[in-house]
């Protein structure tokens, strides 16, 4: 029996065991199990794989997308340029462990994306600086999407939520939500943008999916915007998964 898990901190909002359970069962598979392992730290991942002996992959998520990397022995050419990672395949070779980073986000958001701004001008604004917003960043640069990250605490480059008036709105018609905020249970917190400015011009992209509608989603469709959370783009992300972990893909395309 294969085990296989999800990594992150906290974990109650997850989709992956109910997705991957669900998948076991309709795709007949068997020899395989899906858990979740919180874990606060990524420092807790040696003793994680040394209690589970029978871990064969993980997904990882919020936080440890960026500091999972240096406990791992490879990463593929996507993942060591976005430097975030959320897909882990484990082997063993004579007693020793050989740990491969994969990130599978930037297959899942193009994908996700691609049908929604056919047709547009488009420029993106994307909430968040961590790892998930590196690998939303990459999808923008395939899909020739020019973008601006927005932080809290903007460095050169960035812009900062004050930053925010009707001329960026405006000109940058796609916004994109990769922080935690509105997931549950704390579904009443939004992202601090001028939803006042917003119309049915843009299009409001949440990484989250958990609720299926955040407060940031609702914000944008009473002003006109198209909005979409974050499942189709987590459902295309595991299947990827999936495969790097039983087909022995190697150097996945980005799309």
């Given at each position: 029996m294969k085990l296989l898990g999800l990594i992150g901190y906290p974990l109650d909002h997850s989709f992956s065991v109910p997705y991957f359970l669900e998948k076991f069962k309709n795709d007949h598979i068997t020899g395989y199990r899906y858990l979740n392992f919180p874990i606060r730290s990524a420092g807790e991942l040696p003793a994680l794989l040394s209690s589970h002996p029978d871990l064969a992959g993980l997904n990882?998520?919020?936080?440890?997308?960026?500091t999972i990397i240096p406990y791992l022995d490879e990463l593929d050419p996507l993942s060591r340029e976005i430097g975030a990672v959320n897909t882990i395949r484990i082997?063993?070779?004579?007693?020793?462990?050989?740990?491969?980073?994969?990130n599978t986000d930037v297959f899942g958001f193009y994908h996700s994306l691609a049908p929604l701004v056919t047709?547009?001008?488009n420029y993106a604004l994307i909430l968040g600086t961590g790892g998930a917003s590196k690998a939303i960043a990459y999808a923008l640069k395939l899909l020739d999407i020019e973008y601006l990250i927005v932080s809290r605490k903007p460095s050169q480059g960035m812009l900062g939520y004050s930053d925010l008036?009707?001329?960026?709105?405006?000109?940058?018609?796609?916004?994109?939500?990769?922080?935690?905020?509105?997931t549950f249970p704390d579904v009443s917190a939004f992202p601090d943008i001028p939803y006042d400015l917003l119309g049915d011009q843009h299009i409001l992209f949440d990484l989250v999916y958990n609720p299926p509608e955040t407060k940031?989603?609702?914000?944008?469709?009473?002003?006109?915007?198209?909005?979409?959370?974050g499942y189709k783009m987590l459902t295309l992300q595991a299947e990827r998964s999936w495969e790097i972990w039983t087909s022995g893909i190697e150097n996945i395309t980005p799309v």
């Open positions: 990882v998520t919020i936080p440890h997308k960026e082997s063993r070779h004579s007693g020793s462990l050989h740990l491969e980073g994969f047709g547009r001008v008036c009707h001329a960026v709105i405006k000109k940058h018609n796609i916004i994109i939500n990769t922080t935690p905020l509105g940031f989603m609702e914000l944008g469709r009473r002003k006109g915007a198209l909005v979409t959370n």
